[in-house]
Structure formats: structure tokens, C-alpha cells
T-cell receptor, first 114, second 112 residues
Framework: EAEVAQSPRYKITEKSQAVAFWCDPI?????LYWYRQILGQGPELLVQ????????DSQLPKDRFSAERLKGVDSTLKIQPAELGDSAMYLC????????????FGPGTRLTVT | QKEVEQDPGPLSVPEGAIVSLNCTYS??????FMWYRQYSRKGPELLMY????GNKEDGRFTAQVDKSSKYISLFIRDSQPSDSATYLC????????????FGDGTTLTVKP
């Protein structure tokens, strides 16, 4: 069964350093989401891609976060500089596209900022 | 006040028990209602989704939506230790899953 892949699974970084996460969605899925899940809370959407285009980044802290999906396949989320409050699980999810509701989540990257 | 409030738990039940998980919401525009299961150190997986009010059954799981009360529930019959996980409710006004508002989750432990 196809799955969403994410790496690394765990990342520890110091405050003010740069960090990057990678996501490879299920093949053929046009829609890709990045979420942040703080411990004990539900996921919150950071950015949504349709193919290579950003369709919603209203909740992305653009002063420090950036996301790209250059060829409309895999995607990278970057934080620079990292802050203590960025410690969370970063989840990637993909969806086939229009007419398909279900989104499939990857295992996430657990980020700890010290 | 959050748009979606979920019974915080944690919840611990013996194997075979019937489990009830609940969420309330304030946004009357919500039309799609989802339940996700999240195992420790894993991403959420969609268990069930329903559109508007009513019941939906899938095996041991039943989802109920009462839009008049702005209240949704997930029932698990004959609970198993493998059901031990965090359950998240989520809701959206449209079909874009990324626009869902999630509850904070209820952690369930089913003891053998």
C-alpha cells in the first residue's frame, strides 16, 4: 500500500539554526499539505499545494517558514531561524485531488528546538 | 473559546467495553465531520467521515452527527487493545480537507 514518506523522523536543533523537512506524497496525489501538531493538540494547517502552486499559506509564519514543491511531486518545509516555540510534530499529508476527500498523513517529523 | 471542543480524556476501559468519544462545535457552517485515529509516533489516519446529520456505521465503529445540537460522537463497540490510540475529531465547511478544524484529541487505552 502506498504511503506518504517523511524524513527525518526526528530532529533536534538549537535555537536560531536552520532546519528542513522533506515529504514525498503518494504517487499521483496532486494536493499536498503541511501541518504542525503541538503535543496534546490537533494538527493545524501551515500550507497547501495544488501541484506546484501554493493555494493557501495564510497560517504559515512567512518571516521564518518557507515551503516549496518545485516539480509538483515532493516538498520541502524549511524553518530559519528555529525558535523554541517551533518544537512540534510536522506532518505532511496528500490527497488525490478534486472529488477525493480523504487525505493520507505521513508519520511526521518530531522537531525539538533547544 | 475554540471552534471545536473535544472531551479531553484520557479514557481507560476494559477490553470489550463500548466507548463513546465526543466533540462539540460552534461553527454552524461545518458540513463534513471526520474522525481520525492516531497511534503514538504516527500520523493520523481517517476512520470515518460523514456529511451533515445522521449516523454512519463501519464495522465496530459508528459515527453520529447532531447538527441541531452541534454535537458529534464516535462509538466503538467491543473495544480491543489495538484500539488504544488518540482519537481526533475534525470538521470542515467544504470538501477541502486541509481546511478542517481539529479537536485536541482524546487518548483511549483499552486494557486486556
Amino acid at each position: 500500500e502506498a504511503e506518504v514518506a517523511q524524513s527525518p523522523r526526528y530532529k533536534i536543533t538549537e535555537k536560531s539554526q536552520a532546519v528542513a523537512f522533506w515529504c514525498d506524497p503518494i504517487s499521483g496525489h496532486a494536493t499536498l499539505y503541511w501541518y504542525r501538531q503541538i503535543l496534546g493538540q490537533g494538527p493545524e494547517l501551515l500550507v497547501q499545494f495544488q501541484d506546484e502552486s501554493v493555494v493557501d499559506d495564510s497560517q504559515l509564519p512567512k518571516d521564518r517558514f518557507s515551503a516549496e514543491r518545485l516539480k509538483g511531486v515532493d516538498s520541502t518545509l524549511k524553518i530559519q531561524p528555529a525558535e523554541l516555540g517551533d518544537s512540534a510534530m510536522y506532518l505532511c499529508a496528500s490527497r488525490r485531488g478534486q472529488g477525493s476527500y480523504e487525505q493520507y498523513f505521513g508519520p511526521g517529523t518530531r522537531l525539538t528546538v533547544t | 473559546q475554540k471552534e471545536v471542543e473535544q472531551d479531553p480524556g484520557p479514557l481507560s476501559v476494559p477490553e470489550g467495553a463500548i466507548v463513546s468519544l465526543n466533540c462539540t462545535y460552534s461553527n454552524s457552517a461545518f458540513q463534513y465531520f471526520m474522525w481520525y485515529r492516531q497511534y503514538s509516533r504516527k500520523g493520523p489516519e481517517l476512520l470515518m467521515y460523514t456529511y451533515s446529520s445522521g449516523n454512519k456505521e463501519d464495522g465496530r465503529f459508528t459515527a453520529q452527527v447532531d447538527k441541531s445540537s452541534k454535537y458529534i460522537s464516535l462509538f466503538i463497540r467491543d473495544s480491543q487493545p489495538s484500539d488504544s490510540a488518540t482519537y481526533l475529531c475534525a470538521m470542515s465547511a467544504g470538501t477541502n480537507a486541509g481546511k478542517s478544524t481539529f479537536g485536541d484529541g482524546t487518548t483511549l487505552t483499552v486494557k486486556p
